[in-house]
């Protein structure tokens, strides 16, 4: 079946740090896929989203890429903020089928 | 507006008993969907619905689950029997429209069985 595999976690990096978080995924078919955050004492929100091969997603100076030859959907940041510290979400579904498979999140913690 | 609500936000159950979970979407969200979160772990999908009816409920485990939405708005999440394996966090998620809407998703509801 469909799967989400994520860097494990958890990650410590200081402020302004160059950020990735690994994603990559098993699919039958052309998902789209997506990254979803989880902000400490709130409920998970979407963060970016990319329905094609080569697509960029990009919010809040995030960006991923869906890169169908290497089944990857990697989330990068170039400076990262102390309130970018949170859990994120590497997840896919299908039209018509759109129910969302999960990756094990991935725990970011910035320090100042 | 409001966004997802559920409720209760905690829920401590003995082993073998009944709970139900609610879950108020967003208004005019036609979809509605319930995950589980267990510790440590991404949320797994138990069931859809459109509207009223469940589009899917293949994620649900067994058949001590079940979930209505009778009115295509507020859904309910049930569990019979209740077992320490259940202890997790319920979320809930309501879209509206197209394939590609984005999932709004409530706080969710932490079960703990004891």
């Known amino acids: 079946g469909d799967s989400v595999t994520q860097m494990e976690g958890p990650v410590t990096l200081s402020e302004e740090a160059f950020l990735t978080i690994n994603c990559t995924y098993t699919?039958?078919?052309?998902?789209?896929l997506f990254w979803y955050v989880q902000y400490p004492g709130e409920g998970l929100q979407l963060l970016l989203k990319a329905t094609k091969a080569d697509d960029k997603g990009s919010n809040k100076g995030f960006e991923a890429t869906y890169r169908k030859e290497t089944t990857s959907f990697h989330l990068e940041k170039g400076s990262v903020q102390v309130s970018d510290s949170a859990v994120y979400f590497c997840?896919?579904?299908?039209?018509?089928?759109?129910?969302?498979?999960f990756g094990q999140g991935t725990r970011l913690t910035i320090n100042p | 507006g409001a966004g997802v609500s559920q409720t209760p936000s905690n829920k401590v159950t003995e082993k073998g008993k009944y709970v139900e979970l609610r879950c108020d979407p967003i208004s005019g969200h036609t979809a509605l969907y319930w995950y589980r979160q267990s510790l440590g772990q991404g949320p797994e999908f138990l069931i859809y619905f459109q509207g009223t009816g469940a589009a899917d409920d293949s994620g649900l485990p067994n058949d001590r689950f079940f979930a209505v939405r009778p009115e295509g708005s507020v859904s309910t999440l049930k569990i019979q029997r209740t077992e320490r394996g259940d202890s997790a966090v319920y979320l809930c998620?309501?879209?509206?429209?197209?394939?590609?809407?984005?999932?709004?998703f409530g706080p969710g509801t932490r079960l703990t069985v004891l």
């Open positions: 699919a039958t078919g052309y998902p789209s």
């Open positions: 997840a896919l579904s299908y039209q018509g089928a759109q129910k969302l498979v």
């Open positions: 998620a309501s879209q509206s429209g197209g394939a590609y809407n984005e999932q709004f």
